[in-house]
Nanobody, 124 residues
């Protein structure tokens, strides 16, 4: 069974940057669509960005132009580069795999394998 482990979270001042990573075992990023989600306290989990097996990417409107999703197939690692961070980006960030194409990519039902998350806190 695939296991996903996120890392790279932390606390940063508004306007700063963080880079999240997600390492997979028992799973191949190169042939699958994978994604990043986030969940702020009291809010539903929401899709942040996704990358398809062919490398095409898609982003939530709230992060377009600031976040970049990428994957290193050789290292089987998924990354999320986050720039120009805002306090509203504060959340637990999760990577997700095992795409269910019956749902849109930003729907939590679209993925069935999840990491445990890494906390990102942005202070003003």
């Amino acid at each position: 069974q695939a296991q996903l482990v996120e890392s790279g979270g932390g606390s940063v001042q508004a306007g700063g940057s963080l880079r999240l990573s997600c390492t997979a075992s028992g799973y191949i990023y190169s042939s699958n669509c994978v994604a990043w989600f986030r969940q702020a306290p009291g809010k539903e989990r929401e899709g942040v960005a996704a990358i398809r097996s062919d490398g095409r990417t898609t982003y939530a409107d709230s992060v377009k132009g600031r976040f970049t999703i990428s994957k290193d197939n050789a290292k089987n690692t998924l990354a999320l580069q986050m720039n120009s961070l805002k306090p509203e980006d504060t959340a637990m960030y999760y990577c997700a795999a095992d795409r269910n194409y019956g749902y849109g990519w930003a729907d939590t039902r679209a993925f069935s394998t999840w990491g445990r998350g890494t906390q990102v806190t942005v202070f003003s």
